[in-house]
Every structure is written in C-alpha cells, then in structure tokens.
Nanobody
Framework: VQLQAYGGGLVQAGGSLRLSCAASGHTFSSDTMGWFRQAPGKEREFVAAISWSGVDPLYQDSVKGRFTISRDKAKNTVNLEMNSLRPEDTAVYYC?????????????????WGQGTLVTVSS
C-alpha cells in the first residue's frame, strides 16, 4: 500500500497550488482521506478530510474558504486545491487514509501515510 503526494513547490503569497495524492496497492474509495501538514519546528496538524461520499468535508479553521479537498474515486486520488496562500501555510503536506467511516482530524486514526510534499510560500 502506497500513497504518493505531489504538487508542492514554491509560490508567492496570494498564489495557488494543487496537491494530489495517488494511491496504489489499495482501493481507497471507501476510506476517509485526509491532508495534514508539518511546519519546521511544529507538530503535524490536520488540514482537511473527505469521506468516501465526498459530502461535508472537514477543514481546519485557518484554511476554510481557501483550500478545497476533493477526490476522484476512478483514479484513486485525492486533491487539495490551495488558494490565497500565506507564508504560514509553508509546511510539508502529507496525505493519509483512514479505513474508518467517520471523518477525523486526529492523525493517529489514519492508517496509511504518504511521504509528504513541500509547500513553500514566500512573502
């Protein structure tokens, strides 16, 4: 089972990036998928999560209205569209899969993790 996150990079404040996470070795269509991030010197934090149905995704308050999580079951991928990026969004972003049925913001509930992709937002 492998999750591969990609799409990170360097962007100026106010810019946009689209992260994607491709899954292999497992069909994640019935799993909750989430994005977390970890900034230098800080703990990993929840960013967004989406259920198998795609209805009512969860977001961290600081990204509401700026980030959108979506999933493509046919391609076994989950995406994170990030707009109006801020320097404080700079972090390594990780995708994760939770085989449970309830949306969760807790990292320990997620069973599979990708390797992370770096997002750097310059001021």
């Amino acid at each position: 089972v492998q999750l591969q996150a990609y799409g990170g990079g360097l962007v100026q404040a106010g810019g946009s990036l689209r992260l994607s996470c491709a899954a292999s070795g497992h069909t994640f269509s019935s799993d909750t998928m989430g994005w977390f991030r970890q900034a230098p010197g800080k703990e990993r934090e929840f960013v967004a999560a989406i259920s198998w149905s795609g209805v009512d995704p969860l977001y961290q308050d600081s990204v509401k209205g700026r980030f959108t999580i979506s999933r493509d079951k046919a391609k076994n991928t989950v995406n994170l569209e990030m707009n109006s990026l801020r320097p404080e969004d700079t972090a390594v972003y990780y995708c994760a899969a939770d085989t449970g049925v309830l949306l969760s913001t807790a990292a320990w509930k997620y069973d599979y993790w990708g390797q992370g992709t770096l997002v750097t937002v310059s001021s």
